[in-house]
Structures are given as structure tokens and as C-alpha cells.
């Protein structure tokens, strides 16, 4: 079976980013075959400076496979680096109904938070579409946001193969994450950049304490008093990273009473620090071997462009864009 994932390099990547597709990822890589990309011509839809695409995309590749994208079993490569997705993208727009587009929520969601309205935010879709269909996935792991978007894909796969032929494409399956739903950022909300709530995979030792402290919203229960566990930003989070003895005491504690909120911080730095320890190692050596990176990449890109130019070979032969 084979997977595929995508990541847009927007920035600094936080523990939602981790749980919801990163983690699940690297799970998969013993699964099946995996195919992961760098979404940085998604990416353009939101980010206008060249620099800071260009540091994000490598800053990506850097963290990913600091978290464990093994690129002995997966393929691992950025999005741009196979300029077949665009060719496959047009073809799937000429058959993609525009209110099919105008009901996807990404789009009114970013028109909500400000971004300039543009044929690329709009047929961002049509774009995942190409992604997904041009390396014959099977399955790909989406969070419940991105669900909707998978759905477009199979449309499009099966309006595809109404028009050009049965077996044209496969309709790939979703594997829905219900992680993401259960992973609350500081303040309680969604965990995203957007709110300014998150918590990084590879944030500075002392900062990030001092984050938790500061940011982790609590009530104002007096140190002897128990603590209340529902709705418990510092329980949801320390659930992530404890082991579930550690998890199962700080529940207990907080019945008991006696223990303030600063020691329950405290604990949550510990063991989100412990839990990221050996990823931030990996990083440190991949940092200090930049052309580890780039040979990852370029052989990642290699592989993928053969997949991608054996599909489109296929898809232009049974829309007519081959003539001999």
C-alpha cells in the first residue's frame, strides 16, 4: 500500500504539527510505502517573500527528518522539484466544477484570516488533487480539516475516469487522524500559528519553560484545593508526552489537592522536553551536515519524477495530449 503525505514549510513546526501528521507519518513508514513532500508551491499561497520560503522549505526537510522520515523507506522530496504536479493540476482543473471549489472551507477560512484572494488559494484543491493522484496513492492520512480536500480528489479521480477511462486513476482512501482534535494549544483553543498558542517541537530550552509558564491558561484554585481535570489544558498536553503512570499521578494530584499549578508546569516541561530529547539530537547532526539534506532531497526528488512522469505519460496519452 502506498501512502502520501504533504507539509506546507510555513515556519517553526509545533506539537499539533507533530501529532496530527508527523508522528502518524513516520508510523506509516513500516506500513506500506511512503511517499512525503514539501508543499512549498502550496506554500505561495500564503508567503510572498523568496527567502523565507526558501529557508522554511529547508528548514522543514531539517525537522522532519529530525523526527524520524527515513529516507531508506520512504521517498522524501519538495513538492517543486517535480513540475509534473502542475501539468497533472491543469488536467484535473479542465474537469473540476467550480462549485466544487466555492464549497471548500480552506479557502473561506483563509479569505477570513485576511489572505489576498487568488486563483492558486482557490484551486488549492485542485492542486492536492495532483499531489495525490500522480504518485497512484492508496491511502493518505489527513487530519478532519483536510478531509473535505480528499474528497475533492476522489471527484475529480472518478469525473476523470468517467470521461478518459475506468482505470485511469484509483480513488484513494483517508486515514483520519483523531489526534489533532485532542492536541488544545496554550490557551485552550485549536493549537495554530494563527492564534499564537503553540508549543514547538525544537524550541530554545529556556524559552519554552518560560512559555508554559506564562501561557498555559489555568483557574485560579488555591494550591491546597484540588484541582478540577475537565476541560485541563495542562492534562491534555502532559498526556501527549508522560507515560500513563506519570499521566494517571498528575491526574491523582490534581484530586488530592496540595500541588499549585507551577509544579504541574513544571512536570509538563519535563516530560515534553524528555519526549523530544532524542529528535533534537538527530537535529543537531543533520545540522551540522547540511549535505545530508541536499543528497536526501535530490535523491528523493529523483524517484518521485519517475513516478510522476510515468503516471502523466499515461494521463496525456488518454486525454489526447499524445498524438503518436
Not at 490557551?187 to 503553540?198: P, V
Not at 501561557?215 to 498526556?239: C, H, N, R, W
Not at 524517484?303 to 486525454?319: C, D, H, M
Request: charged share 25%; with cysteine; net charge negative.
Amino acid at each position: 500500500m502506498r501512502f502520501l503525505t504533504g507539509l506546507q514549510p510555513s515556519g517553526q513546526l509545533h506539537i499539533g504539527n507533530y501529532f496530527g501528521a508527523i508522528k502518524p507519518a513516520v508510523e506509516l513508514q513500516e506500513k506500506g510505502e511512503g511517499f512525503y513532500f514539501i508543499a512549498n508551491y502550496h506554500a505561495m499561497t500564503t508567503m510572498e517573500s523568496a527567502q523565507a520560503l526558501r529557508e522554511n522549505t529547508r528548514g522543514l526537510a531539517v525537522d522532519l527528518l529530525a523526527c524520524g522520515l527515513d529516507p531508506q523507506k520512504c521517498t522524501f522530496f519538495a513538492q517543486s522539484a517535480v513540475p509534473e504536479v502542475n501539468e497533472l493540476a491543469w488536467i484535473l482543473s479542465t474537469v473540476c466544477p467550480m462549485g466544487l471549489l466555492e464549497r471548500c472551507h480552506s479557502y473561506k477560512d483563509k479569505m477570513a484570516h485576511g489572505f489576498a484572494a487568488s486563483h492558486a488559494l482557490f484551486a488549492y484543491p485542485a492542486l492536492m488533487a495532483a499531489d495525490i493522484l500522480l504518485y497512484n496513492s492508496d491511502a493518505v492520512p489527513v487530519g478532519k480539516d483536510q478531509k473535505q480536500h480528499l474528497e475533492v480528489t476522489r471527484d475529480l479521480a472518478a469525473k476523470m475516469n468517467d470521461a478518459f477511462g475506468q482505470d485511469l486513476f484509483k480513488l484513494p482512501e483517508p486515514i483520519i487522524s483523531e489526534v489533532t482534535a485532542v492536541v488544545p494549544g496554550l490557551d485552550g483553543q485549536k493549537m495554530s500559528k494563527s492564534y499564537g498558542n503553540t508549543l514547538p517541537i525544537f524550541g530554545d530550552e529556556k524559552a519554552t519553560r518560560k512559555l508554559i509558564n506564562k501561557k498555559v491558561v489555568t483557574d485560579a484554585t488555591p494550591l491546597e484545593d484540588p484541582k478540577p481535570t475537565e476541560g485541563s489544558i495542562i492534562l491534555a498536553l502532559y498526556k501527549l508526552f508522560a507515560t500513563p503512570e506519570q499521566y494517571a499521578a498528575m491526574v491523582d494530584a490534581h484530586h488530592v489537592g496540595g500541588v499549585g499549578y507551577g509544579q504541574f508546569k513544571k512536570d509538563l516541561f519535563e516530560a515534553y522536553w524528555e519526549y523530544f530529547r532524542a529528535a533534537r539530537e538527530r537535529r543537531e547532526w543533520i545540522l551540522a551536515h547540511p549535505e545530508y539534506v541536499d543528497d536526501v532531497l535530490t535523491r528523493g526528488a529523483a524517484r518521485a519524477r519517475e513516478e510522476a512522469q510515468a503516471t502523466l505519460a499515461r494521463i496525456r496519452q488518454a486525454v489526447g495530449l499524445t498524438w503518436i
